[in-house]
């Protein structure tokens, strides 16, 4: 296990958020045939179209030849044969950062204060978050936000009640302001799959407590098609991952039914989340159960992520990988195969780090090249941390101009080139 400690303006050390991921083999993906295997005048063979080892061939039969036709199998989006060429647009669709204080007071195991949560906007005392988010969509080009949210928060300390209508109204003036940038919002519940300490479905809050949240927050937003829902930040260490996807469908359940039909809902593995391991730790076969109360999948994208210092864990300014190799390529290719998509909502690395420019902007640009199964990233992060922070992406605002981390600067800002420390507001 790591930790990453989040680190408000004036507060220092109100609590540990942690981030994980371990080597993972890359698991073969598995694609269903119930049709025919016969054809009239020819014999139609399927072939997994994950398998490196055939390659799929339809032999037809006339009365005076014989001719064999190679054909490349494809998948629900696309060619998922190994090493075949990406089809993404070099776009993705989602770019942003994460803008963090109301996390704060949490805890890995899901133990969090609310009176510790630190509204980043300056009407609470907090940092300038309207106008952090405006100079990134304005003069970086980001146009997505998450807005971590501890569940004790929500409820005032109380499992199972209500959201509380205080503190609701003060984390909603986050939401509302990101909203008024013209920004997507993600809405995460940011409390690793427990309740001080207990897991949820597993021994600690229900199913029913945890979807009654959810479809309450559903209900506020359910007209507003650019909130997007993270479920949970990075469930870890989760006894049964299928009890697990059954927590996530009954708040992906509460969510469609109150009303919220269109818009998306981020599903959450085991294992922190972990990019590297979803496929091998069983969380991708586990949460592909998850539907919508019609029986589909729309709007339904798993929700990972991944860091680029030695352990995962987000506590080290030095970079060692651009993570393609050992994630994302046998990410992709399963979600590929399979018809998914997956969104990174954290990711960062150290905000001076040359070595980190380089690593962040070739995971950038892979993702980019995979944009079909990729829908982009949010780096850790910006908020109501302070400027030495390890992965801060927090910009310094002098008079109304602002200027970005190098590392945000260099790499993770969509607009290439631009011209930094313009006027934000």
């Known amino acids: 296990m790591a930790h990453r400690t ?45 398998d490196t080892t055939t390659t799929p061939t339809t032999t037809t039969s006339s009365p005076t030849k014989t001719a064999t036709t190679t054909t490349t199998a494809v998948g629900p989006s696309g060619s998922c044969a190994p090493n075949s060429p990406a089809p993404g647009s070099g776009t993705l669709k989602f770019t942003g950062v994460n803008i963090a204080g109301f996390d704060f007071g949490c805890n890995s195991d899901g133990s969090c204060t609310a009176s510790a949560a630190y ?15 405006t100079h990134f969509v304005n003069d970086d080009g980001f146009n997505t936000f998450r807005l971590p949210v ?46 001080n300490g207990s897991i949820i479905g597993q021994g600690g809050p229900t199913n029913e407590q945890f979807a009654a949240t959810w479809g309450a927050i559903a209900t506020m937003y359910k007209d507003e098609p650019r909130v997007i829902f993270g479920v949970m930040n990075e469930p870890h260490d989760i006894p049964d991952i299928n009890l697990w996807a059954g927590s996530v469908q009954a708040a992906v359940t509460a969510i469609r039914n109150a009303g919220a039909t269109s818009q ?17 730790n069983g969380s991708a076969d586990a949460l592909s159960k998850v539907v919508n109360p019609d029986g ?40 590929r195969c399979h018809g998914r998509q997956a ?7 150290g905000y001076n780090d040359p070595t980190c420019y380089t690593y962040m902007c070739q995971q950038i ?59 934000g507001q």
């Open 119 to 133: 509204p980043p906007l300056t009407q609470y005392f907090g940092a300038d978050g309207l106008g952090q988010m």
């Open 365 to 423: 640009a892979y993702q980019a090249q995979n944009s079909d199964v990729f829908l982009g990233y949010v780096g850790w992060a910006a908020g109501n941390f302070y400027t030495g922070y390890v992965l801060s992406e927090l910009p310094v605002d002098n008079s109304g101009v602002w200027t970005d981390t190098p590392l945000v600067e260099n790499c993770m800002a969509p607009v290439a080139g631009a011209q930094k420390g313009s006027t």
């Open 150 to 195: 501890g569940w004790q928060f929500l409820t005032n300390n109380v499992l199972g009640a209500p959201i509380d209508p205080d503190n609701m109204v003060v984390y909603d003036a986050l939401v509302q302001a990101c909203l008024g940038t013209g920004a997507y919002c993600i809405a995460d519940i940011h409390n690793y799959a427990r309740w």
């Open 264 to 280: 998306i809902i981020l599903l959450p593995g085991n294992d922190w989340t972990s990019a590297e391991t979803f496929i091998s």
């Open 343 to 349: 969104f990174n909502t954290e990711t960062g690395g």
């Open 6 to 50: 989040l680190y408000p303006l004036v507060l220092l050390a109100l609590s540990v958020v942690s981030v994980h991921g371990q080597g993972a083999v890359f698991s073969q993906c598995k694609f269903g045939w119930t049709g025919a295997t016969t054809c009239t005048d020819s014999v139609c063979t399927f072939v997994n179209p994950c």
């Open 296 to 335: 589909s999948i729309t709007g339904l994208v798993f929700d990972v992520h991944k860091y680029l210092d030695e352990d995962n864990s987000g506590t080290h300014s030095e970079c060692v990988t651009n993570n393609i190799d050992n994630a994302w390529a046998p990410l992709a290719q399963w979600l």
